[in-house]
């Protein structure tokens, strides 16, 4: 058994294959398994690979994929993994060299089920850090009993985060379009109940930010809405919603309220008042509990702007706040953070 196993897409549009399948070969960390998920027709990422793999053995294996096969392959890599904790990631990432280690030596010392490392995550096009670190916000080890506010606002990206694999249980990969990773974690949370937090910064995560020449894709923004229905489920059918309730609601109301709309309303031939419509029953049909999230409330909001936003939310002011946040990030270097 591998001490880690990680599994890492690599697709022709990362930018950061490269860095990534390196950054995990030189990890401090012995035992490490990476399983490399490509479509073995692109000659160039297939190459690299390859002669990754002569160099480092075993310990790099293969599972391809075609263009439409990204569950299939990855369900098949979570079936094979070997490790004792599982890592999930792409090639649009890339770790400090003790990153692995510092994560599973946190978890196997604090014995818990889930290791969290601090984070930058950067516009691909710019470099330009849009946000980072833990903050100091969590103790070196953490109940995700819901208590904790900073819990909400915690990235959701995978990449961070060194779950032991046992805790995944009979939880997959689903057919959703770019948000398959985040989904993924997200899930594995209803059988987490201890986390160990490690505050350094040892995780790099390069994201494409929508604008008025890159507007985002309304198959995956349906299915982020979708796979966060399937999570409340998994923490319903789990008996965990009851604790977990805060945090997803604030997910929802910060990707699906705030930052999804925004990011639409680049595009001046949507009918925003419809958008809003769509997007406000959504969040009041399956996640209600945005209204009333203690998360939410002046006095526990890490951050005042997303009181803000749930205030002027309430009142139905949606249309004016997105354009104002739209205009100030159109005309500044102001950050879309939600």
Known sequence: MYKVS??????????????????????????????????EENSEINSFVQEEKKQQGDRIKIVHKTRAQDVIAKNKALEEAQGKYLLVTDGNTCYDKTALEKMYNAAESKNTDLAVCGYSIINIDTNQTITSGLEGNFKDVENLDGT???????????????????KIGDIKFQNYDDCQDEIFILSAYANVNTVAFVDE?????????????????????KDFQKGLIEVKKIYKDNGRYESLKNIISLIAFSKVG???????????????????????????????????????????????????????????????????YRNLLEKTDAKLFF
């Not at 904790?148 to 046992?166: H, R």
């Not at 910064?201 to 309304?218: D, Q, W």
């Open 6 to 39: 990680v599994i890492t897409i690599l697709k022709r549009r990362h930018k950061k294959i490269q860095e990534n399948l390196k950054s995990l070969i030189n990890q401090t960390l012995s035992d490490v398994e990476i399983i490399c998920i490509y479509n």
């Open 148 to 166: 904790n506010k900073a819990w909400g606002y915690l990235n959701i990206d995978s990449g961070n985060k060194l779950v032991k694999k046992e």
């Open 201 to 221: 910064e040892l995780f790099y995560g390069y994201r494409t930010i929508a604008n008025a020449e890159r507007l985002p894709n309304p198959i995956q923004v």
């Open 258 to 324: 705030v930052k999804q709309l925004v990011e639409i309303s680049f595009d001046r031939n949507v009918d925003m008042k419809e958008k809003i419509r769509e997007h406000m029953n959504y969040l009041d049909i399956n996640f209600f509990e945005w209204r009333k999230n203690k998360f939410l409330s002046f006095s526990n909001v890490p951050r005042k702007a997303y009181w803000v936003a749930c205030l002027i939310y309430k009142f139905g002011f949606q249309s004016l706040y997105i354009k104002m």
